[in-house]
Every structure is written in C-alpha cells, then in structure tokens.
C-alpha cells in the first residue's frame, strides 16, 4: 500500500466503493485523512463498512468541508452527463481528482525523482506496461505495476528513489489526474474510442496526450496520425522525444516489423540515434510478441527501460522471456502444425486487425454482441482467412459482409464449442505445409453469451484443451 499522507488531517469525500476505491480509501486514511465513502450499491457500501470505512450519504452531506472529491475512473465526470456527486462537487468548489492523481501527489511529497513509467493508448497498453514490467524484473529491479491493469496504483508499495512504478493509464483517470508527471510516458495509439465517455474524438485525444505532455521522456507511437501529430508537438516543444513505430523506419527512434521477406514480417528492433541504426532485439521465435502490433509494443518497452537504465542485452534477454498476457493473442497450445491463439480480449474491429495480421493461415472464430462498423473494416484481411466460425448475436451481420465480399468460406456455428470442435477439425485436415491458426478474436463485446472477455477466453481454453493430441506451451 502506499499510504496516502498530503491530505492528513482533512476530510475528503469518495464515490465508488470497487475495487480500486476501496484500496484508495484505505491508503488515504492510513495516511491520516478522514473519508466519507460512498455507493450507489447497497452491498458495496456493506462490504466497506464491514471493514471499518466511514459511510456517509454525499447527497445529505455539507460539501463545504470536504478538502476533495476522489470519483472512481468508471463514473461519468462530463460525459454523457457529469455524475450527480460531480455536480455537487462542482457547485461547492471541491477539486475533483482520482487515485492517479492521489499516486503522484504521494510521489512529489515523498520521492519525487522515483521513476514513473506510464502507459496510455487505445490499444496495446496492457500488453505494453506487462511487458516493460516484466523486463526490468527479469533484469533485477524493484517493480511495481498496477493501475488500469491488475492491482490499483495505491495498493502498491510507494515511490522510491530506486523503485520503479509501471502504471497503465486510461483516460477516465488521465482526466482525474491533474498533477500526472512520469518519468517516462507512453502514447501507443489513437482510434475512437469511448466517446461516450469523452464527447468528441479530440477530447478524448487530448486527454491522451496531456499524460505525454508533462512526461519528462514521451515515447510515442507514430503510425496513426493522430499520434504522429501529437510527437510533432512534443518535437516542437524541443523537451526529450523518442518516436515508435511498429509499420515503418524512422529518422530517429526505435521501429520494428517494416519489411516483407518471403510473406513474413521483420522480427528486428532498431534503434536510430543520431542517424545510426542499430539492430537491438529480434523477436523471431518468440511467440507472445507475434504481429506489427507487438513489435510496436516491444519498440515502446525497449524505448522506456533503456531510459530508466538497461542496456540494450538485458532489454532483448526479457524480450526472450515475456509469457504474454492471459487472453491477449495468448498462444495456448498447438497440435502439430496448427497453433490456438486466444485473443479474447479484441472486443473490436481495431484489436482483431492485429490479430488478422499475425498469420497467413487462419481459422478464425468470431461473433458476440457487435460494435459500431462490425467487421467492415477488416475487409483487407479476408485473404488471410481459411474459414470462419460465426457464433453469437453478430452471426447475421458478419454473414452479410461476408456474402457481400465474396472471399471469405463461413459458417454458422452459434456457439463457441461448436465453433471450436469445428474449427480445429478443418485446420487439422488443411493440405499444405506451414503454421495454421485457430483464432479466436471476436471482434465484439461479450455480452450476448459471456459476462465479459476473460470468461469468454477461459471458456475457449478449456474447449481447446481437451482436443485430442493438444500440447500446451512449454510442455
């Protein structure tokens, strides 16, 4: 825990009693504060008073003497209306922050040259702040990751000057973080996404990219433009710049994945300084970095442990090593030549694009409840594909777009078993040499047959293992 301590002896107000609530409210009043703790759910508000948290009914309680109001990153704060403990906030003058923020006002008190690595972007982020986390564990360092993914940024130990804090960071709690200052931080990449949330696309870019802005190092991905804009912008300003790519060579910056050789992609990480390349990693054989979309990722980690002290040996050396993230192009398996990739996790069009790109021999399994624009984007890499299983409430629309193009054979399997058991019968019977995917990248939310993603995966897991003559990784 890092025990929140710049707002002792104060009172301050909180919404949002999950998980990355309740570990702030425990952190602030280790650190002194009192916290008047509240939630819409009756059980979420049991659960806090069960271990001794102040309930207070913010809409009955005088906001005058609150110091600030900590909202959780899930609840509204402009868009599509601000939450009505925002609104009262607002009306009382009473700052509106997050754990984010609450990290980095801990960080500035206690240690504030501790260095910070923090990771935004549409996608890829999770896989990237796994992957700088478990590089510089494997070279020996005192890490610490959190945030957006796994455990909450104030559940973890506190800054120290030889500790370093590797954050995941959406906008929801960019947006809550005022003071946000990494050491190092990272922009992947820039597609619509939770306008809802944000109002317009540019809003929420620009949330974005202030978390690059007050970095001392941003790293940040140049191959969409919106991003590309956003490193002219940095480079103007003349303060430390490294630019990524995951699809073309740079002037400067480290890019990966840029040329074709016989249908397959470039496995190299180079480094440009000061017009000189330099071949620094290769991420052939090492199956959780497949795809353009990791070398981008791989091209980001290697940017920021570099500038927190590794060399460039013990950065390729962690590469070797990275497991992958569960559900994330997740590489379960295989039975001879045919591999079983769980990607889960792409719940859009955006996220499957990588995937498609990974092979040239594909199996794929996709359906659920559909996102604005379904499959239609996707369109380019319909060659890649052998055959799709469609499941799920998408199943009429995905058909139509393949009927419409014409190059893709499918089927309706309705359910992911079936689609499975399917799926691996024909990659196995395929004629030819070479690797074959079965692919599991719905390209949708999970709502129509899974509570979410992670269930979906586990689900697809299970189906995969218990194919005959299936050998799990490492094994």
Not at 316 to 339: D, Q, T
Not at 368 to 386: D, M, V
Not at 428 to 434: K, Q, R, Y
Request: glycine share 10%.
């Amino acid at each position: 825990m890092t025990p929140v301590t710049v707002f002792a002896g104060k009172t301050l107000a909180l919404f949002g009693l999950g998980g990355s609530g309740l570990a702030t409210a425990r952190a602030l009043v280790a650190g002194g504060t009192e916290v008047a703790c509240w939630d819409d759910n009756q059980a979420s508000r049991d659960k806090a008073a069960a271990e001794g948290l102040s309930i207070v009914d913010l809409a009955k309680a005088d906001w005058s003497g609150f110091a600030a109001f900590v909202l959780s990153p899930g609840v509204p704060l402009t868009h599509p209306a601000p939450h009505w403990t925002v609104e009262k906030a607002n009306a009382a003058n009473v700052p509106v922050i997050g754990d984010i923020e609450l990290f980095f006002l801990e960080r500035a008190k206690l240690a504030p040259d501790a260095p910070v690595i923090c990771i935004t972007g549409t996608n890829g982020k999770s896989t990237t702040t796994a992957l700088i986390a478990h590089v510089l564990v494997s070279a020996g360092r005192d890490v610490q990751m959190g945030g957006n993914i796994g455990t909450a940024v104030l559940a973890l130990a506190p800054p120290a000057k030889n500790r370093i804090h590797v954050i995941e960071c959406s906008t929801f709690q960019i947006d809550l973080a005022p003071s946000i200052k990494p050491s190092v931080g990272i922009q992947m990449n820039l597609t619509p996404d939770h306008l809802d949330r944000h109002g317009t696309f540019e809003a929420y870019g620009a949330i974005k990219e202030r978390l690059v802005a007050a970095s001392d190092l941003a790293v940040i991905g140049v191959d969409d433009e919106p991003s590309k804009q956003m490193a002219r912008r940095r480079a103007a300003s003349g303060r430390p710049l490294v630019k990524i790519s995951g699809e073309q060579p740079l002037d400067e910056g480290v890019f990966a994945g840029v040329t074709a050789n016989q249908g397959k992609l470039d496995t190299r990480i180079v480094e440009v300084k000061d017009g000189k390349p330099k071949v620094v990693a290769n991420l052939a054989g090492i199956g959780s970095l497949r795809g353009a979309h990791n070398a981008q990722n791989a091209a980001a980690a290697f940017a920021a442990c570099v500038a927190v002290g590794l060399t460039a040996e013990e950065v390729a050396a962690g590469f070797k090593s990275y497991p992958g993230l569960k559900h994330r192009m997740e590489e379960l398996g295989r039975i001879g030549r045919v591999v079983f990739i769980n990607d889960s996790k792409a719940t859009n069009a955006d996220s499957t694009e990588k995937a498609l790109t990974s092979f040239r021999a594909i199996f794929w399994i996709l359906g659920g409840k559909a996102k604005e624009g379904g499959i239609e984007s996707l369109r380019r890499y319909f060659p890649n594909i052998a055959h799709a299983y469609l499941i799920g409430a998408a199943s009429d629309l995905f058909a139509a777009t393949f009927d419409d193009d014409g190059r893709v054979a499918y089927e309706r399997s309705g359910t992911l078993d079936v689609a499975v058991a399917a799926a691996a019968e024909a990659a196995l019977a395929a004629p030819g040499e070479g690797e074959i995917a079965v692919l599991l990248s719905p390209a949708c939310a999970s709502y129509d047959q899974f509570p979410n993603f992670e269930v979906r995966g586990d689900a697809f897991r299970s189906l995969v293992k218990a194919l005959p003559g299936f050998e799990a990784v490492g094994v």
